[in-house]
């Protein structure tokens, strides 16, 4: 395994496949005072989050909130412990949060793991919302499309525009749920953000921009529409 590592200032990745377990999505962090996660992994590997947390030097105690992107279980797994531990905030969409509160839907069953519903504190039912975390505002944007209630989420940090994309390159499978068409519209959403650095939800960290904007490109045109 990698070591958990820093992105850009006050934002660090703390898990995904090559830094916590290989069934798991890319986990992200930011110090905003409070600490804020972006995703929590299939569920498998919590304490190995905690640990990738304290090795950066941070105290777990200071965790705050997580933002969940979509309710798919490698997205969704560890966020009951992280709830019980440590009573962070979860936050989600309102098209995803009965799933994440439920179970039904996650595909838990397609990874072999035993999911472990849990609550939504918020539930995000806007195009688009800002959320303080002094000294920052994240900014969360509804991208239906992988699921209903997909959100990614960015943030200005000096002279950068970090953008959580997550999963950019899908699949956009009906079969699954998605929606291709409604998938296409949300990356042009996206790519119209030109952010800085894309954090993306599989496959690690993407820049500069033109090479942010090419990468969502490259699925955007793959889709129908």
């Given at each position: 395994m990698?070591?958990?590592?820093?992105?850009?200032?006050?934002?660090?990745?703390?898990?995904?496949?090559n830094l916590s377990q290989p069934s798991d999505c890319c986990v992200y962090m930011i110090d905003a005072g409070d600490l804020v996660i972006i995703d929590s992994s299939a569920g498998d590997s919590f304490s190995r989050l905690e640990d990738n947390i304290a090795s950066l030097g941070f105290d777990t105690?200071?965790?705050?909130?997580?933002?969940?992107?979509?309710a798919h279980i490698d997205h969704i797994g560890s966020l009951d412990y992280f709830q019980q531990k440590y009573n962070v905030r979860i936050v989600a969409h309102e098209l995803d949060a009965d799933a994440i509160e439920t179970g039904e839907g996650t595909g838990a069953e397609?990874?072999?793991?035993?999911?472990?519903?849990c609550r939504v504190d918020t539930r995000i039912n806007q195009p688009a919302v800002a959320l303080t975390f002094a000294p920052y505002e994240l900014n969360l944007v509804h991208i239906p499309g992988h699921t209903p209630g997909s959100i990614a989420v960015y943030v200005d940090m000096d002279d950068k525009r970090v953008l959580f994309g997550q999963d950019i390159h899908g699949p956009y499978l009906r079969?699954?749920?998605?929606?291709?068409?409604?998938?296409?519209?949300?990356?042009?959403?996206?790519?119209?953000?030109k952010a800085d650095i894309l954090c993306e939800g599989h496959f690690g960290i993407y820049k500069p921009a033109a090479e942010v904007k090419s990468y969502i490109e490259e699925y955007y045109n793959e889709l129908p529409g």
């Open positions: 990698s070591e958990p590592f820093q992105v850009w200032k006050d934002i660090y990745a703390i898990g995904g496949p105690a200071r965790l705050k909130a997580i933002i969940v992107t979509h397609y990874y072999g793991v035993r999911y472990q519903p079969a699954l749920g998605a929606d291709p068409v409604e998938a296409k519209r949300s990356l042009k959403k996206l790519i119209a953000l």
